[in-house]
């Protein structure tokens, strides 16, 4: 691994009682693959919108690359590298999967969609399905989101952030509401697209063998704070985590 690319310094922020990050430092090198564990409003979520924008930190900065890019916008935030993928996947249900991919094509252009040209020229229909390709579901291209399994879902949500050629990857529960035998076989298809592509990956996850299976360090969130920060195998023994996260103590 080289340089951190992501890095929060003492990141705070509280909705009116609630803390929902308290400084909050982390530093992730290029290539890394982590993984973020906690239980609902532990932090996780919150932790990923101000990385890519949606929330603003009420102190402390979040560099990229070097940059400050605590008060940029989410667009401008994607622009620059930074994606995301969501726990329920963010389609246009009335598109079809392909029509689907060339919007994402579309918007991630480094020249913005013009009103007068068409979005579905040949050139990006075929850049479009070589994505889907990559994720094993060009099969699907010409059907709509109430024909897909949710783990075809899935997949297709995370191939519309790729379609930007991403530097860093935030996944939230990549397999979540997805079928017990699909998990495995999804989770080794996105790590695998996003490992070819040098793209640094921090998920969110409730499942501890995809936890164990998949990520080098674990990040371990309880009210707001980051309770452990190590290889899975130390934090899901530590016995903190295991009181308040994952709730294992004897």
């Not at 990141?11 to 400084?23: L, P, R, S, W």
């Not at 667009?75 to 994402?104: D, H, K, W, Y």
């Not at 529960?173 to 989770?187: H, L, N, Q, R, W």
Request: proline fraction near 4%.
């Amino acid at each position: 691994m080289s340089a951190d690319v992501l890095v929060t310094e003492t990141v705070n922020k509280t909705f009116g009682a609630i803390t929902a990050a308290q400084d909050v430092t982390v530093a992730v090198p290029q290539g890394a693959v982590w993984s973020l564990i906690g239980a609902n409003g532990a932090g996780k979520t919150t932790f990923v919108n101000m990385v890519t924008g949606y929330v603003k930190p009420d102190s402390g900065r979040i560099l990229f690359e070097g940059s400050d890019i605590t008060m940029l916008s989410p667009r401008q935030i994607t622009r620059l590298g930074i994606r995301r993928s969501f726990q329920i996947p963010q389609l246009c249900a009335e598109l079809s999967v392909l029509e689907n991919m060339l919007v994402s094509l579309s918007i991630n252009d480094t020249e913005p969609p013009s009103f007068w040209q068409k979005a579905r020229s040949a050139s990006d229909v075929e850049r479009a399905m070589g994505i889907l390709e990559q994720f094993k579901i060009a099969d699907t291209y010409d059907r709509l989101m109430g024909e897909l399994s949710a783990g075809v879902r899935k997949l297709l949500d995370i191939a519309m952030a790729i379609s930007g050629a991403p530097r860093v990857m935030l996944l939230d529960e990549p397999t979540s509401g997805v079928a017990a035998e699909e998990k495995f076989p999804i989770m080794d298809l996105v790590m695998e697209v996003l490992s070819a592509a040098d793209v640094t990956i921090l998920f969110v996850e409730h499942d501890m063998d995809i936890v164990t299976r998949y990520s080098q360090r674990v990040l371990a969130f309880y009210d707001g704070q980051i309770v452990a920060n190590d290889a899975p195998d130390e934090v899901l023994a530590d016995e903190v985590v295991q009181r308040y996260v994952t709730g294992t103590a004897k």
